[in-house]
């Protein structure tokens, strides 16, 4: 399990498709094949999906040309809203402590929220007496099953690896944004290499 302090920890990304064509929007840029999905604010997970309300998430996959290595990461992408406001990819590790801790300082404000099948956070087992931690069902936890991945993990683990690419890489890159969802009239993915700028627009 990866600690949420460690910036050095290795990011698995998520499973990229097949091919770029899969994602909702792609783009060639030069040799390289890259592709996106805007999820709003949804994080999917093992076994659920998770609602990151302080992020925007877009999930981006990068399809290298054989035989060649293309260095990317997340720092790489950023969003342009409206057309003109640009907003930075933050770090996994903040996206995680923004799950981990919600509305920290916040009076009156439960730090785990369940919304239909979206969870923030990490539900916990109801009492039936003080000091009774087990699950309502009444069975005790299974030792040899891990316990369930929580939205802070996920967060870290599926978010896009940092490394030279030398075959399709997917994952999750977080732009933390603020402003109201009605206001966004159009959404652009920038990745920029160098001097190199390509724009995918997500709608």
Not at 17 to 41: E, N, T
Request: charged share 20%; with cysteine; aromatic share 8%.
């Amino acid at each position: 399990m990866c600690a949420l302090a460690l910036a050095s920890c290795a990011f698995a990304g998520t499973a990229p498709k097949p091919k770029a064509s899969d994602y909702p929007v792609q783009a060639r840029v030069g040799d390289i094949d890259i592709a996106a999905a805007y999820l709003v604010h949804t994080l999917p997970a093992e076994s659920t999906n998770f609602l990151v309300p302080d992020y925007l998430v877009v999930e981006v996959a990068i399809y290298p040309p054989k035989f060649q290595a293309v260095a990317a990461s997340a720092g790489q992408f950023h969003l342009r809203v409206n057309g003109k406001k640009e907003v930075l990819a933050d770090t996994p590790e903040m996206v995680a402590m923004s799950l981990k801790y919600p509305h920290l300082g916040q009076k009156g404000l439960q730090p785990q929220v369940g919304i239909g099948p979206v969870i923030l956070g990490r539900e916990q087992p109801n009492e039936r007496m003080p000091g009774d931690q087990r699950p309502s069902s009444g069975k005790a936890p299974d030792p040899d099953r891990p316990p369930p991945q929580t939205a802070a993990e996920a967060a870290i683990a599926q978010a896009f690896p940092d490394c030279p690419c030398q075959k399709a890489v997917s994952g999750y890159v977080y732009f933390r944004y603020d402003g109201r969802m009605k206001s966004i009239k159009s959404l652009e993915l920038i990745w920029e290499r160098g001097e190199e700028q390509s724009t995918i627009r997500l709608f």
